[in-house]
């Protein structure tokens, strides 16, 4: 299963903001990368080429991002929670990840998800 977004990647420390009276929401980033992957695996569910996972699949899932700014170890956390309930029932499924950062002037964010074996 292979998601593609054109958004960017949030970091684990963007996940989260702070409004009025210290209430905690979902920032912006945030639920736009959800959103689009949303739409993504909507598509390919309409399309019939999701694969569905059952919750004792062990999975893999390989990222890859354009966006310089971020390290690679703080966006790999935001994006397994935003494919649990999407691509896989609990992140804890995933039991090998793999993440590369790409150069490109265009913000870029591919996974790649498929059965461990």
Same mark, same amino acid.
């Given at each position: %299963?292979?998601?593609? #977004?054109? =958004?960017?990647?949030?970091? *684990? !420390? $963007?996940?989260? +903001?702070?409004?009025?009276?210290? *209430?905690?929401?979902? &920032?912006?980033?945030?639920?736009? =990368?959800? !959103?689009?992957?949303?739409? /993504?695996?909507?598509? *390919?569910?309409?399309? +019939? @080429?999701?694969?569905?996972? =059952? &919750?004792? #699949?062990?999975? @893999?899932?390989?990222? @890859?991002?354009?966006? !310089?700014?971020?390290?690679?170890? &703080?966006?790999?956390?935001?994006?397994?929670?935003?494919? *649990?309930?999407?691509?896989? #029932?609990?992140?804890? $499924?995933?039991?090998?990840? =793999?993440? /590369? +950062? %790409?150069? &490109?002037? @265009?913000?870029?964010?591919?996974?790649?998800? +498929?059965?461990?074996?």
């Amino acid at each position: %299963m292979k998601f593609y #977004t054109n =958004t960017k990647p949030v970091p *684990q !420390n $963007q996940k989260l +903001k702070r409004g009025a009276n210290k *209430q905690v929401y979902l &920032s912006k980033p945030f639920r736009d =990368t959800w !959103n689009a992957i949303y739409l /993504e695996w909507l598509n *390919q569910y309409n399309k +019939k @080429e999701y694969i569905a996972f =059952t &919750s004792d #699949t062990p999975l @893999e899932v390989n990222i @890859e991002f354009s966006w !310089n700014r971020y390290d690679v170890d &703080s966006l790999i956390k935001p994006i397994l929670d935003i494919l *649990q309930g999407i691509a896989y #029932t609990n992140d804890k $499924q995933v039991v090998k990840v =793999t993440c /590369e +950062k %790409m150069v &490109s002037n @265009e913000h870029r964010l591919i996974v790649y998800i +498929k059965k461990y074996i």
